[in-house]
């Protein structure tokens, strides 16, 4: 079992996400919060790879634990796969989850149901003090709607209709997320590769 991880996020949401996944394989899971003066990354990678080990790196130096980072997004094949990368900051550096939703929301405004497809991406890293540098990647595919359904998760959990479901993201159960989303099998992967090697 991993004793300590530290995950490059200040995000409450993904926070209970992770540690619901990894309970059993470590020991005790950090984040960003629980290290004063632990500056965000300058998220400037042209993918969610480099994003994600940037931010996992950047992490482990500053704290001298293992550390896990993930850059996700939203990939809309009608906005040729925006607002990808740029998914937290959609509607502008600092814009909230109602912003980016409502910017979304305009820009797909004329877009037909049958060409509103749309899948969440996820990269995740791990870079420990030994030099390890892992990265496992996942993705669901589904539909952006016209409205926000739902109360659960965060971001765009709301808008995103799961492909196979008739609900959103926003309307699953925590352990049903985790079961099938992108940055559930991204950690799914994670969790295997510790459990086989440690």
Same mark, same amino acid.
């Given at each position: ?37 632990? $500056?965000?990354?300058?998220?400037? @990678? #042209?993918?969610? =790879?480099? &994003?994600?080990? *940037?931010?996992?790196? !950047?992490? %482990? ?26 998914? $937290?900051?959609?509607?502008?550096? @600092? #814009?909230?989850? =109602?912003? &980016?939703?409502? *910017?979304?929301?305009? !820009?797909? %405004? ?89």
């Amino acid at each position: 079992m991993l004793k300590e991880l530290v995950v490059a996020t200040r995000n409450r949401g993904k926070l209970a996400e992770i540690r619901a996944e990894l309970a059993g394989v470590v020991e005790t899971v950090l984040c960003a919060a629980d290290f004063p003066g632990f $500056a965000d990354t300058i998220e400037d @990678g #042209a993918t969610f =790879g480099e &994003n994600a080990l *940037k931010k996992a790196r !950047e992490a %482990m130096q500053f704290t001298g634990l293992a550390a896990l980072a993930d850059d996700s997004g939203l990939t809309v094949d009608a906005l040729n796969g925006a607002p990808g990368v740029y998914s $937290a900051r959609f509607a502008g550096e @600092g #814009a909230g989850d =109602g912003a &980016n939703n409502r *910017k979304l929301l305009a !820009e797909m %405004m004329d877009v037909p149901p049958e060409r509103r497809l749309a899948a969440f991406v996820c990269a995740m890293a791990f870079v420990s003090p030994d030099g390890t540098e892992q990265l496992f990647s996942g993705r669901i595919g589904g539909r952006v709607l016209s409205e926000e359904r739902g109360s659960g998760g965060f971001g765009y959990d709301p808008l995103f209709l799961v492909e196979g479901f008739e609900r959103t993201m926003a309307e699953l159960s925590l352990e049903e997320k985790n079961g099938i989303s992108h940055r559930g099998q991204a950690l799914h992967q994670f969790r295997e590769y510790l459990a086989q090697s440690r």
